[in-house]
């Protein structure tokens, strides 16, 4: 850079753009680069406030910086002046020159500057100035004119570093979406902050509640002037401790940006206020190895005097866990809850934030969408709160709406109720039936239910019925909503359908299936991994295997097989679940159990099965005889607590039948893939249906019966014989 014919100050500026670029590996010093270090000139910073917005200046500048090229890193390389930084200087000079000016100044660069074309920094700070050039200019001139650079230059530069690490609320309010409803907790902020001493409101809710909207309702209303004098002209600056964090190499940093922040904003004016997201967070951050001095210790003497005002943020979780720990802080603050809106309310704040996503997405929203959007989120989302989750549904219906390809482009796109339905459906996994609208066409679908499922499982009717009029009631809204939409225990023998009723039923809803084999969970301590393990054992931090599994599909079917053989603490689990549809894991978070469809089976009392039917009355089937000894085996509690106890019927020659030619016709499905075509006569089939019938062992045998009878014989011919390239085979007899 040429340093004849400049002032220090300007000499300086040039520098710092060069040494940006070196730093940073960029082949050539632009005007970006010179503006961007203009940025941290308390001058022109403080000219720059006065006409434009510094913070988005700032951050669309340094995108810009961002996506510059950067060379491969060379200990001799050296970056050159752009072609339009040499026009700037050039522009500049001529400004010296055609002024009583003996040297080159920062404000002759800055003319320059802004007198390019097709230059990214010019544009930016033209678009932020707007038709305030000539004021910016000059404000600029005379501040240079005033300051005395040797004296005052490390106190500016303090005085725009603390600018650095905090944001003024203030100056974005307009970017953010308005504070609908929450009038008492914003009086009650107000109130507060009017205190003479403690006067920091602290704000406790769940996540997504809308704590930092409120702090951003607050400053829409200081903006404008509707706030308590006390209050008026103060500005909300809010502290990030990443940014405080960042960059702290040495014992101090640390301490010395807390400091400079703290008496930077209580030196600008006396009623300002420091917001702190996440303020838990401050509990320990900054101290070293065992010492008590942290961001919280060190904030203490500014929380008692008064003076400066502080708004804290954070979830009832992390109060527990951190922030009370700190007595000295709970004590300076005073606590508001902030409780999740109600459904109404929700609505409320959805019709009044709808303009703006319509502006965004260009779409509109139907009531009807807005309304489903949030009772559907409030029933269906369990693990996050109103009205966040609400909020996210429209946002995301929109979004896609705007990303599928248009059909008319003349007429414009609406967000219905049934985009809604889809988009959570996908999302969260619900239940499609039960987000379908009450038409005709889908009710049909429902009401067909029982029929496509008994053309999938055979004989077992009264199990079958069961299962469907449970969801039909959940669809009705008939159900218990605190309970799980049913809770039913299969008995029956081995081979007769119960798991393949759980495993259909998941199919035809199109939700997950969540099998749990419950011969895995025969000791104590396994038990205990459904829930996750307590502290200090093996496993803690891996969270529950149930409880983790329902609250990523929390609509489904829970199928827990072969409950018998678990170790008898598993009912005192399932007790909470089908009582309360809740289940808390060993780290204290819910799981929602309330759309889930709970099955379990069981073979309790097989062994007696055989017994059913002696003596010369004796008409009992193997199923009933089995279910008296359930009653044995369970606990009354847990057998008072089920929606149902379904029987499973001993498997008759029909039923066998019709259960051969279902597995044929699945074995079918696999030959097509290889172009073969199996025919078998009626005599064949009888013999795979005298060899695969037998009460004991149910459909089971079948399975056995055809791979030893069936596939074997057809792997051979497919692989090496005459079905090698397809083709039709007839089997007429099963021979030995």
Known sequence: MPESNQTDRCNKLLLRAQQYSIDHRHEFITPEHLLFVLLDEQAFYESL???ADY?????????????MEVMPADPYFFPELSVLMVRLMENAYNHVAMSSANRLDTTHLVRALLELDDCWATYLLRQSLGDKESEFMSALITSYEWEDIEDTSEEHEQRAAWHKLVTCMNDLVEQRNPLIGRQEELKRTIQVLCRKDKNNPLHV????????????GLAALINEGKVPTRLQGSRLYMLDLGTLLAGTQYRGDFEERIKQIMEGVSSEAPNNIIYIDEIHNLVGTGAIHDSSMDASSMLKPYLENGNLRFIGSTTYEEYNKYFSRSKGLVRRFQQIDIMEPSVDETINILKQLRPRYEEFHH??????AIETAVSASAKYVNDRFLPDKAIDLIDEAGAKLEAEPATNANEPLVVTKALVAEVLAKTCKVD???MKDDDDDQNAQLLNLKDRMLAQIYGQDEAVSQVVEAVMMARAGLADDNKPLSSLLFVGPTGVGKTEVARQLARELGIEL?????????????????????AGYVGYDDGGLLTDAIRRSPNSVLLFDEIEKAHADIYNILLQVMDYARLTDNKGRKADFRNVIVIMTSNAGAQYAGQANIGFQGSVSRGEAMLKQVKKTFKPEFINRLSGTVVFHDMDRHMASLILRKKLRELQDKLTAKQVELKLSDHAFDQLLEEGYTREYGAREMDRVINQRLKTRLTKEILFGSLKKGGSITIEELKN
Do not use: N, Q
Not at 363 to 368: F, L, Q, T, V, W
Not at 519 to 530: C, M, P, R
């Open 205 to 216: 809710g769940e996540p997504g509640v809308g704590k930092t909207a409120l702090v951003w």
């Open 49 to 51: 406030c006065m006409f």
């Open 363 to 368: 779409c509109i929203y139907e009531d009807a």
């Open 514 to 534: 969540l099998r749990f084999d419950m011969s895995e969970y025969t000791e104590k301590h396994t038990v205990a991994k459904l829930i996750g393990s307590p």
């Open 432 to 434: 499609s039936l039960a």
């Open 55 to 67: 913070h988005t200046l700032h951050s669309e500048l340094k995108k810009k910086l961002e996506e």
